[in-house]
């Protein structure tokens, strides 16, 4: 169902904008639509984007596909980040591609499952944290949506998971090792399990170790992102680090606007 509001611009600088929402009793969902609609509104006929993956990127794919069907967009070329996207944006007439055809991507849009006072993420709870940090790294433009749950004092905040994909083999092996690395906060390495209690299998045929209850700021992220990546087994974390160009943050309150200093 399309929501009936009427932003209303209060305060705007080059790093913060603030729009006023008049709607009331807006669930969670909806809160997730309008930062995914408000996205799509940096999206221009001719662009290639990166399509995201999760609940409200699924917004802003629909809003997309959505545009496109009315004619106000044209020579939309959309890279997925998951085939669960894939499916959708086929789904909806939207053109598809891969990095191979098209290296530099104009814009990708995304959810995030936490977001730092920096604009630091953490990404990959819904599984598909690689084929995302590739994508989105290849854009000219990242532009994250969330609702305001998601904002966080610090990565690792909301001592939720944070994901590390890995390869199947030996996995106990690796999880021990991303514990040990990380002990000193507190933080638990489980396996990620799915259907019938069997290990969770991204896209790309790999296991993910969620790390949890992370209990103390873990300082220089970059040093930890590192020291992660250079565990053998390990194939990449959901720690997206200086990445996002801009932050769409809803709220009850209203919408608001971060940019990367």
Known sequence: MALAYDPLFITSDKSSTEISLASINLTQDDLKRI??????????????????????????????????????????????????????????GIPLSDLDSHPVIDLSIDGADEVDPDL???????????????????????????????MVKHIGG?????????????????????????????????????????????????????????????????LVSDAILRLPGVVEHGMFLDMASTVIIAGELGVKIKNKH
């Open 120 to 150: 630091n993420l953490v990404k990959g709870r819904g599984g598909s944290l690689l084929r995302e940090k590739m994508i989105e790294g290849a854009s000219k433009k990242f532009v994250v949506i969330v609702d305001e749950s998601k």
């Open 35 to 92: 930062a995914a609609y408000k996205a799509v509104e940096f999206v221009q006929s001719g662009m290639v984007l990166g399509l995201g993956t999760g609940s409200t990127a699924k917004h802003a794919v629909d809003r997309i596909g959505e545009l496109l069907r009315q004619g106000k967009l044209e020579n939309i070329v959309g890279i997925p980040t998951s085939k669960k996207t894939q499916e959708q944006a086929l789904s909806l």
């Open 158 to 222: 909301s001592r939720l998971a944070l994901p590390v994909e890995i390869v199947p083999f030996c996995w106990r092996f690796t999880a021990e090792k991303l514990r040990g690395l990380l002990e000193g906060y507190g933080c638990e390495a489980n396996l990620r399990l799915g259907e019938k209690g069997k290990p969770f299998v991204t896209d790309n045929g790999n296991y993910i170790v969620d790390l949890v209850n992370v209990e103390k700021d873990m300082g220089d992220l970059g």
